[in-house]
């Protein structure tokens, strides 16, 4: 799944990116009441617009990415200078109020979190095999303080084969016993099936379980 991960960024074959904001982001974000200057960890963000849509919105922004080619695309496109440091076993790139951590998500740790407070996944689960996607919910939440809150992306297939993937299908069911022994999971919208697509995105709400939930 790596190897393919970074074979398809350095080919090109990046039909997941959107070239526009998430509508779901700009639609549900807000009704989250994430307090400005919260830092939001993005997993597996490439090069998401989305990350500078949630930083035009006073949000820091932490997204971690294996491929170097979407953190280096995602710099070129900005216009902000642009600082570079190392936290191993991380490179990071800074541009404005977006950090972008090239490295495995598997090896972002509780210490490295301590000013996270929200976060979105809009393409993180779904590209996860279903062996891996138990361990990503397990790990999302050790890095979330209780009673912080997030949006999460999740599609099914309308067409072909349910379990091909990346990106892969996660339903309802799933999303619920992945999340929900840590998590309080709200399901908020079935977005329609673009035409030709074959797939239809679910949008969910989640606040980590602790003292303030």
Same mark, same amino acid.
């Given at each position: ?18 070239? $526009? ?20 960890? @993005? ?38 200078? @642009? ?20 490295? $495995? ?5 509780? $210490? ?62 799933? @999303? ?26 679910? @949008? ?10």
């Amino acid at each position: 799944m790596t190897h393919e991960w970074l074979d398809r960024w350095r080919e090109g074959r990046i039909g997941f990116h959107r070239h $526009d904001v998430h509508p779901a982001l700009a639609r549900h974000w807000p009704r989250l009441g994430v307090r400005p200057g919260t830092k939001v960890l @993005v997993p597996l963000c490439g090069k998401s617009l989305d990350m500078r849509w949630l930083a035009h919105r006073d949000h820091p922004v932490l997204g971690i990415e294996l491929a170097e080619e979407a953190i280096e695309q995602f710099v070129a496109e900005g216009t902000a200078d @642009v600082s570079r440091y190392q936290q191993e076993p991380f490179a990071i790139c800074r541009q404005g109020s977006v950090e972008l951590w090239c490295g $495995d998500f598997f090896h972002f740790h509780i $210490d490295q979190a301590a000013e996270i407070g929200a976060f979105y996944d809009r393409a993180a689960l779904i590209a996860l095999p279903p062996a891996t996607r138990q361990r990503y919910a397990f790990h999302l939440a050790q890095l979330i303080p209780p009673g912080a809150k997030g949006l999460l992306i999740t599609l099914a297939r309308t067409l072909g084969d349910e379990t091909a993937g990346p990106p892969f299908q996660v339903t309802a069911d799933e @999303v619920r016993e992945l999340f929900e022994p840590n998590f309080q999971v709200t399901h908020l919208e079935d977005g329609e099936s673009e035409e030709g697509s074959g797939f239809r995105e679910s @949008v969910w709400a989640l606040a980590r379980r602790g003292p303030s939930i």
